[in-house]
């Protein structure tokens, strides 16, 4: 059974994706004030890679939505890239555990699975 998504800012971030940032962020001193910033920047033999991160710092031009009280900032420059994507977080036993992007604006990835383009 998959996790429902809910829409945000042309980003969808599931509610297991949620879940892991807030157990992720509680144990920080500013938790209230943390939010997962998703962003695009040049990297890889495809050109582009994913940069996801914890952030206290919110600009005017991010775009900011929120699911199940977890926020999810998007930078302007960024956003084009990612609109339509979906963020979420699988724990797959002995496979491991992690955040996944799937992006519909994704034309091809190298080898390594780093990058994109």
């Known amino acids: 059974m998959t996790a429902p998504e809910v829409p945000m800012q042309g980003v969808t971030l599931t509610i297991d994706a949620a ?3 807030k157990e992720i962020i509680a144990a920080e001193e500013n938790a209230d004030e943390m939010a997962l910033r998703l962003g695009v920047k040049r990297s890889g033999c495809s050109g582009y890679a994913y940069d996801m991160f914890f952030d206290s710092r919110i600009d005017e031009s ?3 939505s929120e699911t199940d009280g977890v926020k ?3 930078d302007a420059e960024s956003l ?6 979906t963020v979420d977080f699988k724990d797959d036993g ?3 555990a992690g955040f996944s992007i799937e992006n519909p604006n994704v034309s091809g990835t190298c080898g390594c699975g780093k990058s994109f383009s």
């Open 72 to 74: 999810l900032v998007v």
């Open 62 to 64: 991010d775009f900011v």
């Open 80 to 85: 084009s890239m990612v609109t339509g994507a």
């Open 94 to 96: 002995l496979s491991g």
């Open 19 to 21: 879940a892991k940032v």
